[in-house]
């Protein structure tokens, strides 16, 4: 076990290179069985998700091997198992991908319920209703979700509600299927579009990625292809509302501003100075972040996962902000270590009133899921002292190098052991 021992206080200065999308590799990695021939897929972030991942593709078949530290060939050819148990699974939210790449391959599929951060409930309600709709037998035995089809044909799939993990399954599952699948209400998250056009490249037959209607027309087979992957639109948020954070002045390349768009908005309307390059941003904070108003959307609306980054940057904001969830049940868990900081929140459902107090103070935190382990990082940089920050374990899951990254924008951020009692015992 490792943490975080953060000491803050400084603005950070500098520039940052923002790494591959995790929510585009954690969907087009699984793609890859969906191909005839192997395939180069390049700029995947080091983190233990996509290692996971590339875990599960080996474990069924296929012959991973990495050609440099952020890109792998995977060779699908010798793919013979249809199975993803709970161990392999890791509990990742992004092994559910499994399900539609393995019906879409084979017209079977049996994976393990997926996991994924605590947000509440995570139904796969709407996964289910694609699959069935494009004809296959969907059962839950054993607690396994299980699929089987003769044959996928194309069908016409209403979401009843905008969901990222069933846009990108049904997608999956549908690329080979036989006709037209149109999947209305979809989701249009940058790695939405860029799951689509890896498929695309693959020989399939995509419309409408990236708005509310997509149109797949099936095709009976997909090549190999190399790809590279979009750059983390998160990732680059999270530095982006860090600089702002600490009042600092920070360059963040390898972007795609465009990607941004809302991140950028909010940030200015807080305060913050941000020029836009073709492939970078320059955030710039010399003032108190100002008040403002915040609710969570899905794309193009301010994404949900920025939702702890922001909030702890209006933790010391100059009056009353008030941030609304309008995705998850509830992704608030965060806020009692935000307290424990000398935060002043008040959480009643999907709203948090945030009163803005003079500063941030250090305490003992912990990551309750990955987006808000990285919001407990921006607050101890925040905070005057030494702030630790335990069960990094999610962070590690979706950034990349976190540690190396902010140290090189002059935080004094180390990566340190948790001795054990037992440990300590052993030691005396
Ligand atoms: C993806 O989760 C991301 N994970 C999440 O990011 C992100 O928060 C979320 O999309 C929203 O953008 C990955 O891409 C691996 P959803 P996903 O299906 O697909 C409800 C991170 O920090 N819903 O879009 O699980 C659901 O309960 C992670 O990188 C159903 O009701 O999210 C939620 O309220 C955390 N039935 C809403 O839809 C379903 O069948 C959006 O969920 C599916 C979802």
Not at 116 to 126: A, E, H, K, L, T
Not at 162 to 186: D, P, W
Not at 241 to 251: K, N, P, R, Y
Not at 268 to 291: F, L, S
Request: charged share 20%; aromatic share 4%; with cysteine.
């Amino acid at each position: 076990m490792e943490k975080f021992v953060i000491k803050g206080g400084k603005a950070l200065k500098g520039e940052v290179h923002i790494s591959g999308a995790k929510n585009a590799a954690v969907a087009i990695l699984p793609a890859v069985m969906l191909a005839d021939s192997p395939c180069v897929i390049e700029n995947l972030p080091d983190i233990s998700d996509v290692s996971a991942i590339l875990n599960v593709m080996s474990s069924l078949g296929a012959d991973v091997k990495l050609v440099n530290k952020s890109s792998v060939r995977i060779d699908p050819k010798n793919v013979n198992s249809y199975i993803v148990t709970k161990e392999m699974a890791e509990g990742m939210r992004a092994s559910s991908y499994f399900l539609g790449a393995l019906l879409g391959r084979m017209n079977r599929a049996r994976v393990a319920p997926p996991g994924g951060c605590n947000f509440g409930v995570r139904p796969i309600d709407q996964h289910i209703k694609g699959f069935e709709a494009l004809g296959a037998e969907m059962t839950i035995d054993n607690g396994m979700v299980d699929g089987c089809a003769e044959i996928l044909r194309g069908a016409s799939i209403y979401l009843d509600v905008v969901s990222v993990g069933a846009t990108i399954n049904i997608m999956l599952a549908a690329v080979k299927a036989k006709g037209l699948t149109i999947i209305e209400n979809a989701a249009r998250e940058p790695h939405i579009v860029d799951l689509a056009n890896f498929l695309n490249s693959m020989g399939a037959d995509i419309m409408g990625a990236g708005t509310g209607i997509i149109k797949i027309r099936g095709v009976s087979s997909l090549r190999g292809t190399t790809y590279s992957i979009i750059p983390d639109q998160i990732e680059a948020g999270t530095y982006m509302a860090a600089a702002v954070a600490t009042g600092g002045d920070v360059l963040i390349n390898n972007v795609t501003p465009e990607h941004l768009d809302s991140i950028i908005a909010k940030l200015k309307e807080i305060g913050a100075e941000i020029i836009e390059y073709d492939e970078a941003v320059r955030v710039t904070m010399n003032k108190k972040p100002r008040k403002c108003k915040v609710k969570t959307l899905p794309h193009p609306g301010f994404p949900t996962d920025m939702q702890p980054q922001i909030a702890t940057v209006l933790s010391v904001a100059d009056g009353v902000s008030i941030v609304t969830e309008g995705v998850w049940d509830s992704r608030f868990r965060y806020v009692d270590q935000l307290t424990s900081m000398g935060a002043n929140i008040q959480v009643d459902g999907k709203m948090a009133v945030i009163t803005g107090v003079e500063a941030l103070t250090p305490a003992p935190v912990k990551a309750v899921d990955l987006r808000a382990g990285a919001a407990m990082i921006i607050a101890g940089l925040m905070a005057d002292g030494v702030t630790e920050v335990e069960d990094i374990i999610y962070i590690d899951r979706g950034y990349e190098k976190i540690v190396e990254k902010f140290s090189k924008l002059g935080a004094d951020i180390k990566r340190v052991p948790i001795i054990e009692e037992n440990q300590i015992n052993k030691l005396a």
